[in-house]
């Protein structure tokens, strides 16, 4: 009798979806581009006339992994992974096997949506820490240290830290929220795009209660919960600022709910939908 | 027991249709499907694997929903027709993922997947990776998939095309002793030869609805409004065909070969008796007698067109 839960056929396609992504030249295209805020950073200090104080550090450092990184790349690979999660196997009809075996329909999404989070979360990692080297890379620590008395109060590291987990929180949700697009459209890429300029910018971005309801609004919330000093940092307009970094709230909770939904939608889509295209199935 | 039913079972794509209000049965043992391209087969295994969900009706295997039913599916093994595969894979690789995610554990799956590439004859290419396998590898490796979890039935879809004589008649063999071990098979093919080498036991569709189910010949017998060809051997066949041509119930008479003699008839049992006596009073020497028309090619070729009409 085989075991009720097929442990041994799940880690088979957990191991075989990291297999495949990491053998893909796709996923290193993905990769070089979240090095690019990490070259950025290279360029500007290589032709930026020695730094005197700690801000413009802070700016470049924050100012990249917020913008560039967390706002921009990290959506984009998600993007291009999760609404392929199970869309590029119902393509080239790959799909046909891994439905038609021990493993429910929402078994092989969840699977394959948890392979997908750990390879990015690890790249996501090495390009957010890459980030942080590139800018502090031969930093002359001992000039900056009498003039600023911000520097002893700077913990690099519970930075790092923190980028790190909100990188890893933003994967979560937008490969959730990508994943379910995935399933709802016949043109996910399209959707995918409309959502990200409709609701994480321009909504992400309104002076509004709206604003909510985007995951990059919550993990600026997220990261500036970590490091209080996001609030001041790039001295914008205080009202502006409390927007974007609004004090109550840690943005956590909101993002892994808003996973969890986008999550529990696509297993119903999942379940309840036919998973090749129908003139694939006519003979 | 049936293995498959197909209950008042309708599936539609928009406004095409691929099944329409069918019922049925597909019992143990060997059934061929045929039917022309766009008949409804391939929607028929997707509806009996699980991949489509009927708009009608219902479908059973093993008397159970196919649908996100991974403990009826364990039982099945599934070769879809075409080249679906992650193409970068070996041949090894392919057979001992899905033995794997079939339930199969460690050594199991191993040994299974190597057993199952040995049956297919793809153990000297299983190395290779599948992007650089000719056409009728890929069909055997598929069928390699297909087997490695020992499953109690196999629905293969077009599992011939591209394959050579040797591999088709490899294939043939397998299949024939796979079912003498007790795993039934539904097999689609376009190369209907085949599938008559393979069994005798067929469904044939067209247009989303059943034309014929059963033994070949019984099929063929209840075409009575069709003439019935007959081929006779014969050392004289002007002489024959002279005869044969005064026969009411005779309603043509050609000599296709030195030797052949072919006569269209829509009484074929009254035919065979009468002829057993002219042959007897004009003292002909006969080597062969035989209905000309009950391959499953003549079959075939007659339902589809009488559905047509």
């Known amino acids: 009798m085989k075991p009720a839960f097929p442990i041994g056929a ?61 706002m921009g790349l990290v959506p984009l690979a998600c993007m291009i992974y999760g609404t392929g999660l199970i869309g590029t196997e119902a393509e080239s009809k790959t799909i046909g096997y891994l439905i038609t075996r021990r493993l429910r329909r929402r078994t092989v999404l969840l699977t394959k949506f948890a392979a997908t989070t750990l390879v990015l979360i690890v790249a996501c990692g090495v390009a957010t820490a890459a980030i ?15 003039k600023s008395a911000a520097l002893a109060q700077w913990n690099p590291a519970h930075e790092l830290i923190v980028y790190l ?57 997220s990261a500036a919960a970590s490091i209080p000093r996001l609030v001041n940092l790039f001295q914008l307009p205080s009202e502006l600022s409390a927007q974007l970094f609004p004090a109550n709230g840690s943005g956590v909770p909101e993002v892994l709910i ?25 003979d | 027991m049936a293995v498959i039913e197909l209950i008042q079972l309708s599936k539609w794509y928009g406004e095409v249709i691929g099944l329409n209000n069918v019922t049925a ?13 766009g ?8 509806l009996a694997t699980g991949q489509l969900g009927p708009s009608k009706g219902a479908i059973r295997v093993f008397g159970g929903s196919p649908w996100d039913n991974p403990r009826l599916l364990s039982r099945i093994g599934y070769c879809p027709e075409g080249d679906p595969f992650w193409s970068n894979l070996t041949g090894h690789q392919f057979v001992l993922f899905l033995a794997k995610v079939s339930g199969l554990h460690g050594g199991a799956a191993r040994r299974a997947a190597t057993q199952a590439i040995e049956r297919t004859g793809m153990s000297p290419h299983a190395g290779r990776a599948i992007r650089g396998y000719s056409k009728g590898m890929r069909q055997r490796i598929k069928i390699a998939q297909t087997l490695v979890h020992s499953p109690e039935l196999l629905i293969l879809d077009e599992p011939f095309t591209g394959t050579d004589p040797i591999a088709r008649h490899e294939l043939t063999h397998l299949f024939r002793e796979l079912a003498a071990q007790g795993t039934n098979i539904l097999v689609s093919s376009h190369v209907l030869h085949e599938v008559e080498a393979l069994t005798r036991q ?26 019935h060809v007959i081929r006779v051997r014969v050392d004289q066949p002007r002489k024959l065909a002279s005869r044969l041509a005064g026969w009411e119930m005779v309603t043509g008479v050609s000599v296709p070969e030195p030797d052949t003699v072919l006569f269209e008839t829509r009484s074929p049992e009254a035919a065979y008796e009468r002829l057993t006596t002219l042959i007897l009073e004009d003292g002909l020497t006969v080597r062969e007698v035989a209905a000309a028309d009950e391959s499953l090619e003549a079959v075939f070729g007659y339902l589809t067109q009488r559905s047509a009409k």
């Open chain 2, 39 to 46: 008949a409804g087969k391939s929607t028929l295994m997707g």
């Open chain 2, 25 to 37: 049965e597909i019992g143990p043992g060997i059934t061929g499907l045929l039917g022309p391209n």
């Open chain 1, 165 to 221: 987990s909100v990188t890893a929180l933003g994967v979560i949700g937008f490969l959730a929220i990508f994943s379910l697009i995935g399933l709802l459209t016949a043109k996910p890429l399209a959707m995918s795009v409309f959502y990200m300029v409709v609701v994480e910018l321009v909504i992400g971005n309104l002076p509004a209660r709206a604003r909510e309801y985007s995951l990059i609004h919550q993990l600026r919330v």
């Open chain 2, 202 to 227: 067929i469904l044939m569709i067209d247009h989303g609805r059943i034309v014929a189910q059963g033994d070949v010949q019984d099929v063929r017998r209840t075409m009575l409004d069709r003439p």
């Open chain 1, 10 to 70: 799940i880690a088979a396609l957990f191991l075989f979806t990291i297999r495949q992504m990491l053998r893909d030249a796709k996923f290193w295209a993905v990769a070089a581009a979240m090095f690019l805020p990490c070259a950025l950073a290279l360029l500007i200090r290589h032709f930026h006339p020695p730094i005197k104080s700690l801000d413009p550090v802070w700016h470049l450092y924050h100012g990249l992994s917020q913008f560039m990184f967390l």
């Open chain 1, 258 to 282: 808003a996973s969890a939904v986008a999550l529990f939608l696509a297993c119903v889509l999942v379940t309840v939908r036919e998973l090749t295209p129908s003139k694939v199935a006519r």
């Open chain 1, 132 to 146: 942080y080297a590139s800018v502090v890379y031969r930093l002359d620590w001992q000039s900056l240290a009498p």
